[in-house]
């Protein structure tokens, strides 16, 4: 004989309520849920709800099933009017986020920005900036040149021109970076002339910063052979040499003699934003 079943699980509903995209909340009811492995509860989610009416939608949803509603919202009055419908028509209510800026408020002495969606931009922002900081060093002193055209800035220089400080800290900003090296006597990579030649800032030294700045180097690592890297003439000639790509393809020359990596940076974004018109300043809301 096979054992007696017990009677059918009771499905259960979870209304996830958000005044934005409603990703966070669910992530949040999600973990609690994980803890109730024998429960059957159906979950759905409702975005961009910012009207008492769509409010009042929800809530008649909820009383039709016995549900739950379990919200985030920034604005003080839908979180009231949520609560007061969810008491009026016997709906249990639970706010995530209202509890935590209020006290945070009292703390802080600081009214919190009501912005739908902020810390699910922040999210984001965070990790496009890791994925731009990951391109930039895959993409230092001419690697990864086969796929150099997903890179947003690409920084043509000699040695020591501060390529690479200026790339890293660009990323930080949220860039995509590529940094090519103008050697003398070799050619510059063949995809570097097929990608949006509008991205592309020559970085340019005098010859007795770039010299001193080489000098110091060559010393610093007790290097022998090094050839002609900290030699005048030859750093004349790859001056030179990278004046004339520079002014051949019709990138724009930036002059790096005596100045801060932020300044750099600041001067690179914006001959970009010149060009195309990109810059990492506007914000979208999640």
């Known amino acids: 004989m096979s054992a007696p079943q017990g009677p059918p699980k009771r499905r259960r509903h979870v209304f996830v309520v958000s005044d934005a995209t409603g990703a966070t909340c669910e992530t949040v009811v999600k973990a609690a849920l994980s803890q109730f492995t024998s429960t059957d509860v159906v979950l759905e989610r409702f975005s961009e709800i910012r009207s008492e009416k769509q409010i009042e939608e929800v809530v ?25 419908l969810g008491l009026r028509r016997g ?9 935590i800026l209020t006290r945070l408020a009292d703390h802080l002495e600081l009214s919190p920005r009501s912005q739908p969606g902020l810390f699910r931009h922040l999210n984001r922002m965070y990790y496009a900036r890791i994925d731009a900081v990951d391109f930039t060093v895959k993409h230092d002193d001419g690697l990864g040149a086969d796929t ?13 021109t501060s390529k690479t400080p200026v790339s890293l800290y660009l990323s930080f900003r949220g860039w995509k970076v590529a940094n090519i090296p103008v050697i003398y006597g070799l050619d510059l990579p063949a995809q570097l002339l097929k990608i ?9 030294m005098q010859p007795q910063q770039l010299h001193a700045l080489r000098r110091r180097r060559r010393d610093h690592l007790r290097a022998h052979g090094m050839g002609d890297y900290a030699d005048p003439d030859g750093i004349d000639q790859e001056l030179k040499l990278s004046r004339r790509l520079f002014t051949k393809h019709g990138w ?3 002059d790096v003699t005596a100045k801060a990596i932020e300044e750099i940076s600041s001067e690179v974004m914006q001959i970009l934003f010149t060009r195309t018109g990109e810059s990492k300043n506007s914000h979208s809301r999640a």
């Open 91 to 99: 709906v249990s209510t639970i706010d995530i986020l209202g509890p």
């Open 196 to 204: 949006d030649q509008r991205k592309i800032v020559g970085l340019y």
């Open 252 to 254: 724009p020359i930036l």
């Open 60 to 84: 008649e949803r909820a009383a039709e099933v016995e549900g739950v509603v379990v919200y985030t919202m920034v604005s003080i009055e839908l979180r009231q009017k949520m609560l007061q």
């Open 148 to 160: 150099i055209d997903r890179a947003e800035i690409v920084l043509v220089g000699v040695s020591r």
